[in-house]
């Protein structure tokens, strides 16, 4: 049987889609660096396109909540690559390799034409190259090269501005003028989206280099996933050719009028003994297969909680596993709390509830405070917009505060318990950024009633004294 690894466009077609408009949006950005130094170099100052429009999106950066954007305060200007990339956080590459390079995805002529097929392989291509955010950018093979080149785009457009601590985002909005020199709402969007400036329209080096970092792991990860798809439909091609070279070879023989179907009948006996032998993992085995290639629960690289259907998931998240190998039988995963690494097989995850944090967007986050029921209810809603102000200054963590309201009244024990409802910007995925997220506005409440005088503080509790000292 012939084999062709071609690529599967159905799974992951839109994801690189995704993917590349937002390397295309940097690598537009790292060209206009580049023009930006040759001006300067030459003593021309080029002025910003249509300052009227550029503040009405600054405008709406500050009501938008789905486009709003960010900032931290963060004044990097003389930061060093050490200390930006800790700042990154630490984050192991993807396992990818050099096999990978070649033509390594499977072929799919049933879901997508051979234009997608080509048009995906060059894509694929692409993610391959030492400078896959162009050549303006620089060399990114590694996530240390990808943090220094996008510094040197950083410092390349500052010059546009050199009397600024950040970055306007007006400077990087020339990439989102068409043929007429009005601004591309769809590609002004697209650009917000990806490096969410602050209310004032400005960007940091740390918040620059973030953005592009994100970008920078995706298609690390897409680009691994895609590898170990492959490997996958390799190995499940090799199973069919096996099935089909045997009933060819069956039909050869009845047409040499050899009939081996005699021979295959004496058999019978014994298959069917090793049938109630292996039946149940054949069963499982099967079970297996459909979860790798219909249900597809998970990629390389994904955070996925592995629970019984009917098990209550955590509300803070649940204990996770990093997904990193999947084969027909087997399925490879490291505990994220620990870094255990344990194989499951896959027919034993087909009746589980598989949570994947990568595809799960908007994590929602609860908080909870207990006040003293003697706290006057001005206070408490003083209290809730401070909360509200302290969500809104910190758009590139959270997209909202979407409820607060009473959990419980312990009359008691003299509380009520209010819930705080949040809505953060990373996925489940990004865990440790969610609990940080998380801490600060902990620890800002605590800081705000104790300024109200609203902190509550719990009774002292009763001891029995009844049986103290007492000998037999």
Not at 291 to 305: E, Q, S, T
Not at 452 to 472: T, W
Request: with cysteine; proline share 5%; charged share 25%.
């Amino acid at each position: 049987m012939t084999s062709y690894h071609l690529p599967h466009t159905d799974h992951y077609g839109s994801k690189l889609e995704d993917l590349m408009q937002e390397m295309v949006l940097i690598s537009e950005i790292s060209n206009l660096s580049k023009k930006i130094r040759s001006f300067q170099r030459a003593g021309i100052k080029r002025s910003n396109p249509n300052p009227a429009r550029l503040q009405q999106w600054n405008m709406s950066l500050a009501s938008a909540s789905e486009e709003s954007t960010v900032a931290q305060d963060f004044d990097l200007h003389a930061t060093t690559k050490l200390q930006l990339t800790h700042m990154l956080g630490e984050w192991e590459e993807p396992d990818i390799p050099p096999s990978a390079r070649k033509n390594d995805t499977p072929w799919n002529d049933a879901q997508g034409s051979v234009n997608d097929v080509l048009q995906f392989r060059q894509a694929v291509s692409l993610l391959d190259t030492p400078c896959p955010f162009s050549l303006a950018f620089g060399k990114c093979s590694t996530r240390e090269e990808c943090v220094e080149s996008a510094q040197t785009v950083y410092e390349r457009l500052m010059l546009q501005t050199p009397d600024e601590d950040l970055l306007p985002f007006e400077t990087m909005s020339f990439v989102a003028l068409d043929e007429n020199h009005s601004i591309d709402d769809a590609k002004m969007k697209r650009l917000i989206r990806l490096f969410r400036p602050d209310r004032t329209g400005k960007l940091s080096k740390l918040d620059f280099v973030k953005s592009v970092d994100s970008v920078y792991k995706k298609f690390r990860m897409l680009r691994a996933s895609i590898y170990n798809s492959s490997q996958i439909d390799e190995a499940f091609e090799r199973l069919i050719n096996t099935v089909y070279y045997f009933l060819v070879w069956m039909l050869i023989l009845s047409i040499l009028d050899l009939n081996p179907w005699p021979f295959i009948a004496s058999l019978t006996r014994v298959l069917v003994s090793f049938a109630f032998c292996f039946g149940s993992a054949a069963s499982k085995y099967f079970e297996g297969l459909l979860l790798i290639f219909v249900r597809r629960p998970y990629d390389i690289g994904d955070k996925i909680a592995i629970s019984p259907v009917d098990d209550v998931s955590n509300p803070d998240g649940s204990s996770a596993w990093f997904v990193e190998g999947v084969s027909l039988f087997t399925t490879t995963a490291r505990y994220a709390t620990t870094n255990e690494v344990a194989t499951f097989s896959n027919g034993s995850l087909a009746n589980s509830r598989i949570i994947n944090a990568a595809r799960s967007p908007k994590a929602q986050v609860y908080v909870y405070f207990k006040f003293g029921l003697d706290v006057p209810h001005e206070k408490v809603l003083l209290f809730r917009d401070s909360l509200e102000s302290f969500v809104k200054a910190r758009p590139r963590e959270w997209i909202a505060m979407s409820a607060f309201r009473t959990k419980s009244v312990e009359a008691d024990l003299g509380y009520v318990e209010y819930s705080v409802v949040l809505v953060h910007r990373e996925k489940w995925q990004s865990l440790p950024a969610i609990l940080d997220s998380k801490a600060d506005i902990q620890s800002f409440a605590v800081e705000v009633s104790r300024r109200l005088g609203i902190r509550y503080v719990a009774p002292p509790m009763g001891v029995m004294l009844d049986n103290c000292g007492r000998r037999s």
